[in-house]
């Protein structure tokens, strides 16, 4: 997988939005981003993926760079429940074994306050 | 929504025992993975299975074995259990072909004494 950086932690209101930044500079043609988030003492959630359209679905929405080199994940009205870790990744469109496993990174640590 | 659903939130067992970690998914999804998720390491891939009798070795299978006899279940087992096999043991699920999520279920925090 592409390496990603993203800020090891961020803070935000209750009831505002909660934009995560992630840098995927070496990203190649044929690569996804994938965003991902782990509750403590969760297993991971999956929230969205794009590839160079912006998406949106009814958790958040990733806005993807045009040269695609970085994305902002956005979630509209945080809560205190989504306080969690949120990793950002990067995964080839390839059918081979090898590239069907995830590797998340230190991701970035969300709190959210009232 | 999907649902992964592992047996056990939490587990202790003593060396040497043989121990079954459960996974059972309700979304008719081909594909199934087993990872590890320890401090510092990150998540690893133990197996992954991508049909039904079908599987293939991930990064860290040593120690382990896996059983996937319907396509709803996928078990994972540790044949002779270790200290070193204390972890966090997590299933998940996606659709076959390409570009698909993989979904998880809330893990198994397994203590080997």
């Known amino acids: 997988d592409a390496k990603t950086t993203q800020p090891t932690s961020m803070d935000c209101a209750e009831g505002r939005a909660a934009n995560l930044p992630c840098n995927h500079s070496?990203?190649?043609?044929?690569?996804?981003v994938y965003w991902y988030r782990q509750i403590h003492s969760q297993g991971p959630q999956y929230i969205i993926h794009?590839?160079?359209n912006n998406e949106t679905n009814e958790m958040a929405s990733l806005i993807i760079t045009e040269d695609r080199k970085s994305s902002t994940l956005i979630l509209p009205h945080a809560t205190l429940r989504d306080t969690a870790v949120y990793y950002c990744?990067?995964?080839?469109?390839?059918?081979?074994?090898?590239?069907?496993?995830?590797?998340f990174g230190t991701g970035t640590r969300l709190l959210v306050s009232p | 929504d999907v649902k992964v659903t592992q047996s056990s939130r939490y587990l202790v067992k003593r060396t040497g025992e043989k121990v079954f970690l459960e996974c059972v998914q309700d979304?008719?999804?081909?594909?199934m993975f087993w990872y590890r998720q320890d401090p510092g390491l990150g998540l690893r891939l133990i197996y992954f299975?991508?049909?039904?009798?079908?599987?293939e070795k991930g990064d860290i299978p040593e120690g382990y074995s896996v059983s996937r006899e319907k396509k709803e279940r996928f078990s994972l087992i540790l044949e002779s259990a270790s200290t070193n096999q204390t972890s966090m043991y997590l299933c998940?699920?996606?659709?076959?072909?390409?570009?698909?999520?993989?979904?998880f279920g809330d893990g198994t925090r397994l203590s080997i004494l």
């Open positions: 998940a699920s996606s659709l076959g072909g390409v570009n698909q999520p993989q979904h």
């Open positions: 070496t990203i190649s043609g044929n690569e996804y």
């Open positions: 794009g590839l160079k």
């Open positions: 990744i990067v995964r080839p469109s390839s059918m081979n074994t090898g590239f069907q496993k995830l590797v």
């Open positions: 979304m008719d999804h081909e594909n």
């Open positions: 299975s991508y049909d039904v009798k079908m599987k």
